[in-house]
């Protein structure tokens, strides 16, 4: 029989997740939509997979299948392998978390770049050639945001990715042409001040290539595949491999209690599995798949969602092309 003082030991705990529970003090509606929002999209990615789920009745069934033929051992502890398991998925986690925020910058860096062109061409240059630099700014970004689906796209063809490369370099083209017009064509304001003026405007125009190059290596790179396919395939022959060690946990559990080592291996299974599948939603931050991903229209150049796109844009762009 437990002591007193061990029942008192065992009531903090209970009481400390009790006031977790409740909050001395209520949160703002927006806290509590946010936190609700954030646990329905770890679930999601993390929880509700075929990984996961495939995972979750390994672990139950072969403990289970082991102890009821008599398969039980405790040669290795399975927190070896978990580990071995959880050190790989937390650096390519981190690998893939770093390219989302490199992507973030190039982006910040792109769009200042794009505001810097707009605004520089209307205050330095004739009203002609400031009204072409925006509109070969929005080209520039369509021929981008195909580009980058392409880019990611491990389906595309590479004649495919090699004819939107061209296409976007051709746009790129046509921006430096408007840009020099600019410089050619000042305002009478600017024109004795054009020398010194031009170099800020095609500065810009080097850190928008830059920055959208950034963007495209980044949106074509992955995890080494060797490493994603030692983490995963180590979760999933974690529930095999160590189904005779929790299986012997439950042969030693007290009579009445075999299900804590099934849920240990469960626990075990789950949690390694959760971190492959985090990893996996990270690789990509421009596919859309999770909340964390990052939305490019946040990233558009002056003016681009007031202007034509699809089709039209395209064949505005190639005709500049052939022009140029």
Not at 19 to 25: E, F, K, V
Not at 122 to 135: L, N, P
């Amino acid at each position: 029989t437990a002591s007193p003082f061990c029942r008192i030991m065992w009531l903090i705990p209970l009481l400390g997740l009790g006031l977790s529970a409740r909050p001395l003090a209520p949160r703002p509606a927006a806290d509590v939509d946010r936190a609700n929002l954030e646990r329905a999209e770890f679930v999601r990615v993390a929880l509700l997979t075929p990984a996961t789920a495939r995972s979750a009745a390994l672990s139950l069934l072969c403990p289970i299948a082991c102890s009821t033929m008599g398969l039980v051992g405790k040669d290795f502890d399975p927190a070896l392998l978990s580990l071995v398991i959880a050190t790989p998925s937390a650096f390519s986690i981190n690998a893939a978390y770093t390219r989302r925020e490199r992507a973030f910058v190039a982006l910040a860096q792109l769009r200042a770049a794009a505001w810097s062109i707009h605004h520089d061409a209307r205050r330095w240059g004739c009203d002609e050639d400031a009204a072409s630099a925006s509109e070969a700014l929005r080209v520039v970004w369509a021929s981008f945001m195909r580009e980058i689906r392409v880019a990611a796209d491990n389906r595309s063809s590479p004649a495919r990715k090699e004819q939107e490369m061209i296409q976007m370099y051709h746009d790129l083209d046509w921006l430096g042409e408007c840009l020099e017009g600019v410089r050619r064509r000042p305002s009478p304001e600017s024109r004795e001040a054009m020398a010194a003026l031009a170099t800020v405007l095609f500065t810009d125009e080097r850190m928008l290539l830059n920055s959208i190059e950034q963007v495209l290596v980044i949106a074509s790179t992955r995890t080494p595949v060797l490493l994603r396919g030692f983490t995963i395939a180590g979760s999933t022959l974690f529930p095999i491999l160590f189904a005779p060690y929790f299986a012997a946990i439950a042969a030693d559990a007290p009579p009445g209690f075999p299900w804590s080592a099934y849920l240990l291996s469960l626990l075990f299974a789950v949690t390694n599995t959760a971190l492959v599948n985090i990893q996996e939603a990270l690789e990509d931050p421009f596919d859309g798949d999770t909340l964390d991903d990052i939305r490019l229209s946040d990233f558009e150049p002056p003016g681009y969602a007031s202007t034509r796109s699809g089709p039209a844009v395209r064949d505005t762009a190639a005709a500049v092309g052939r022009q140029g």
